[in-house]
């Protein structure tokens, strides 16, 4: 498969295989759902995941693999941003990265502008998880526990999100974005992937906060790559109240546009009204009692 030449454009090699060009998502593991199969038996059957994500980055995260993923001989812990030249290693495979033409920073501001502009009233759920405590955590556990928690927290949660008819956007260090198209998404459907959500949070493995909000943002970004990316205010406000969820002590919040559109099928109380960094005026934010009701299956 040959490798996009257009600015930006990214591909794996490998001593022994063709070059395969990185367009959005690309899965690795030896189940053959895998955009790269992968045939040592070193490698788990959904082992890694190349992202791409924030105009033109690609990331690394492993999914809690049993023999691990490395980037340039050591293990990763986290989603960790590739740079031209990386050496990933699964198994007994090993692939070079390479994006030789990085995006550059007038680029993504002329994109970033043009698609405010051309597409600024999509409306979409948002949703914003964020680890709790993650950097005492990393500090209390051996690497290779954190490893295996924080892989498979990342799978699961990605599996669940899918399931419920949702795309992840943005792999953080700690946590990820997730989007869903308000015009071709229901309440209930939105109240169901919540409630998912919140049995994984009661299942405790890795505690989390997670903060979901519905407003219009900009979808746009690297076209050669495949690339979707979420931009605009509303995307920074959801941003802004995970980060007042975490002051509350709130394992999981709804924005007021969000509470609005979920009515009763997401029982919440209010927390009041709290001015953000950066956004003018006071914002009303709400706690979620308890399990979405009245669901039908999916």
């Known amino acids: 498969m040959n490798a996009s030449r257009e600015e930006g454009g990214a591909w ?9 060009s990185i367009r959005g998502s690309c899965s690795l593991g030896r189940s053959g759902a895998n955009t790269i199969v992968l045939e040592s038996p070193k490698a ?13 980055e690609c990331w690394l995260i492993d999914f809690g693999s049993s023999n691990g993923t490395f980037l340039n001989k050591r293990r990763i812990h986290y989603p960790i941003r590739l740079t031209d030249g990386d050496q990933i290693t699964i ?8 994006q030789p033409q990085e995006i550059s920073q007038e680029y993504k501001t002329l994109l970033t502008q043009r698609t405010l502009h051309e597409i600024e009233n999509v409306l979409c759920w948002l949703l914003v998880t964020d680890i ?12 290779e526990g954190l ?11 990605k599996e669940t999100i899918e399931k419920h008819h949702g795309v992840i956007n943005k792999y953080l260090g700690d946590g990820f974005l997730a989007y869903w198209l308000e015009a071709i998404t229901t309440p209930d459907e939105i109240a169901g992937a919540i409630f998912a959500m919140k049995q994984l949070q009661q299942k405790g493995a890795l505690p989390f906060r997670m903060v979901i909000h519905c407003g219009p943002v900009a979808i746009g970004g690297v076209a050669s790559m495949g690339e979707e990316s979420l931009m605009g205010q509303e995307v920074n406000l959801i941003f802004r109240l995970e980060k007042l969820a975490g002051s509350l ?5 709804l924005s007021e546009a969000a509470h609005a559109k979920l009515g009763e099928l997401v029982p919440a109380r209010p927390l009041g009204e709290h001015e953000l960094k950066g956004f003018q005026g006071k914002y009303k934010v709400f706690g979620c009692n308890g399990d979405p009701v009245n669901l039908p299956p999916l």
Do not use: K
């Open 91 to 98: 198994g007994d495979t090993v692939f070079e990265f390479r």
């Open 147 to 157: 490893d295996l928690l924080l892989g498979v927290w990342f799978s699961t949660c």
């Open 249 to 253: 002590g709130e394992p999981c919040c």
């Open 132 to 143: 709790r405590n993650f950097t005492p955590l990393s500090r209390s556990m051996e690497s």
């Open 44 to 56: 788990s059957r959904r082992h890694a995941l190349i992202h791409l994500q924030n105009l033109g």
């Open 12 to 20: 794996l090699e490998s001593s022994d295989g063709p070059r395969i």
